[in-house]
C-alpha cells in the first residue's frame, strides 16, 4: 500500500511541465535554481514551517516528560532504570517500523507522528537532564543548604542553573536528530519537508528532492546555531573562567 | 580583652551527643561548653575526633541526639531550620561559592531570600567586598571561576556575612589555601574580627592556626571535650599529656607567640643614646621580640608605640614571663 510510495516512477522521469519549463527541468538536472526560486514560497515555504512546528512540538513535549522524569529520577533513583529502558527501546526501534506500527494505533496523522518522534527525543533528554541535575557541584548544594534555602529553591536557584549546560546540549542534539527524523513523518501523511522529497523521489524530479533536503539541513544547522547562541545567554558563567 | 557588642550572642553547647545508628561509640559524647558574646572558639582535635560534627549541630545540618544547644538562651531547636540557618553565617572548606552566579548574586544569595531590594543588596555586597579586601568596582560583575582559592574564600566570608548573623560557623575554611594566602587571610579575618565582632565557633586540625584564631581553644578527641582554655592556659598548663603532645614540644615558644609586648612590664626605656638599640612596636609578639634579639644579636630591645620609644624590654624580661611554663614543661 503506502510503500509503493517511494518507489521512483518506471520508465524514466515525469517531469512536470509547470507552465513554462527552462532547459534546467526539462532535462532533470540536478539542481535548477531558478525553478526553486520561483516555487520556493509555494511549494517549499508551508512545508518548511510545518517541519519546523513538527520538530518544536516534538522536541518541546519531549522536554517536558523527559525533565518530569529526570527530576523524578534526581530523587527516587529507583525509576532511572525502568525509564532509560523503555526511553532506548524506543529509541533503537527502526523509524519507519515505529511510524506502521503506530498508524494502526491513533491513524495516519499528524498525533502519529509527534507522538513517534517525541518517543525518539526522550533518552537524550532524559539522559542530558540527570546528568546535569547529578553533576552539581556537591559543595554549592551544601552552601545553599548551610544557608537555609528549600528544597525547592536549591532547585530552582542551584540546581537547574546548574545543570543547564548538559541539558541544553541535549536539547540541540535532539533538535538536529528531530529535524532528520521529521523527514520520514511524511510517509504517515503528517507533512514536514519530507512532502517534497518523497514527491521528488517519486516523480524522479531531482530538484525538489535536492531542494527539501537542502532545506532540512539548513533548517538543522541554523535550529543547532541558534540553540547555542540561547545557551551562551543562559550561562554566561560557563565560559569565564579563570585560567591557571 | 573582648568586650562583648551589645549585638553578639553566646553559644551555649548543654550535654549535646551525637550518635549514629549502627555505632557504638557516640561521634559526640556529652559536649558541654559556653562561647562569650563576640568570641571566637577553635575546637580542634584528631581526625574523628567530632569536631565538625559539634560544629554542624548548631546550624544543625547534622541534628542532635541528646543535650541542647543554645543561642542567647534559646534552643536551636525552637526555631524554624532555615530560618535558623539564614541567621547564621557558614564558611567552609570547599567554599561552596555558587558558579553561575556573579558575585554580587552570591553574596546577595541570603539577603533575597529575605526579600531585600536590588540597590540594598548591591550595597551591602559592595561594602563587603571592600571588608574583605576585594575590589567592589571590578569584582561584583564577576564570576567565582574567574577568581583564585584565596580570593574565592574572601567572597565565602562576604557571602556568610551578608547579613550581618551574629553567628558564624567555620569549618577549616582555610584548610585548602596556599601557606601564604592562608596567613593573609587570617590576619585579615582577625582584623575584620575586631572591627566586626561576631561569636564565632572555627574548627581546624592545626594547632598553630588554633592558637591564632582564638580566643577559647577546645581540644576534642573521641567525641569527648578533654579541655577548654584560653590559647595561654591550654599552652601554660595543658590539661594531659594528649593535649599536650597535641599543642606540641614547643608549647613554650607558642605562648611566644599569644603574648604581645605590651603584656610585659617594660623597663624604663634610656634617656639618650637608646637609637643605637634595635626597636620593636609594642603591638609585636614576644616571638618576634625575641627572634629580633637572636638575629641582633642584642641583649636588649627598645620597644616603640607609633615610632616613639615607651621602654626596653630584656631576654630574661620575656624568659621570666614564660617561667610558670618551665615547671609543668619538664613533666
Known sequence: MISGLITPAAGGPVIPTFGKSSTCVVQNHQFCMSWFLDNFSSRFQPRLLEHIELTAIAVGVGMVIAFAAALLAHTQSWFETPFSLLAAFFYTIPALAFFEVMVQVTGINRLTAEIALVSYTLLILFRNTLTGLRAVPDDALQAAEAMGLTRRQTLTRVELPLALPPIMAGIRIATVTTISLTTVAAYIGAGGLGEPIFDGIQTGFKTEFVAAGFLAVALALVADGLLVIVQRLLTPWARRVRRA | ?331
Open chain 2, 1 to 331: 580583652m573582648n568586650q562583648a557588642d551589645s549585638g553578639c550572642v553566646e553559644i551555649a553547647f548543654r550535654e549535646v551527643s551525637k550518635r549514629y545508628e549502627g555505632r557504638p561509640e557516640a561521634a559526640v559524647n556529652r559536649l558541654s561548653f559556653e562561647v562569650p558574646p563576640g568570641e571566637i572558639c577553635v575546637l580542634i582535635g584528631p581526625s574523628g575526633c567530632g569536631k565538625t560534627t559539634a560544629l554542624k549541630m548548631v546550624n544543625r545540618l547534622i541534628a542532635i541526639t541528646d543535650g541542647d544547644i543554645t543561642i542567647d538562651g534559646r534552643s536551636v531547636n525552637a526555631l524554624e531550620v532555615t530560618q535558623l540557618r539564614r541567621g547564621i553565617g557558614y564558611v567552609f572548606q570547599q567554599i561552596g561559592l555558587f558558579p553561575h552566579m556573579s558575585v554580587e548574586a552570591n553574596i546577595g544569595s541570603v539577603p533575597r531570600l529575605l526579600g531585600w531590594s536590588k540597590q540594598r543588596i548591591r550595597a551591602r555586597a559592595a561594602e563587603l567586598l571592600s571588608l574583605v579586601g576585594l575590589d567592589p568596582d571590578a569584582d561584583l560583575r564577576r564570576y567565582p571561576g574567574e577568581f583564585s582559592g584565596g580570593q574565592q574564600q574572601r567572597i565565602g566570608v562576604a557571602r556568610a556575612m551578608a547579613v550581618d548573623p551574629p553567628i558564624m560557623l567555620m569549618d577549616e575554611p582555610f584548610g585548602a589555601i596556599d601557606p601564604i594566602t592562608r596567613e593573609r587571610l587570617q590576619d585579615d579575618f582577625l582584623r575584620l574580627h575586631r572591627e566586626v565582632r561576631k561569636t564565632i565557633i572555627f574548627v581546624t586540625h592545626d594547632i598553630d592556626e588554633a592558637i591564632k584564631m582564638g580566643d577559647r581553644i577546645a581540644i576534642m578527641r573521641d567525641g569527648q571535650l578533654v579541655q577548654y582554655a584560653t590559647s595561654d592556659e591550654l599552652l601554660a598548663s595543658p590539661a594531659n599529656d594528649f593535649v599536650a603532645s597535641f599543642v606540641g614540644a614547643d608549647r613554650g615558644l607558642k605562648r611566644l607567640r599569644v603574648w604581645t609586648l605590651r603584656d610585659l612590664t617594660l623597663d624604663p626605656a634610656p634617656p639618650a643614646g637608646g637609637d643605637s638599640l634595635p626597636s620593636v612596636e609594642v603591638g609585636r609578639s614576644l616571638r618576634d621580640a625575641l627572634s629580633l634579639l637572636l638575629t641582633e644579636g642584642a641583649g636588649q630591645l627598645t620597644v616603640t608605640e607609633a615610632g616613639k620609644p615607651i621602654g626596653t624590654v630584656t631576654l630574661e624580661a620575656i624568659t621570666s614571663a614564660v617561667a610558670q611554663d618551665r615547671n609543668t614543661a619538664a613533666a
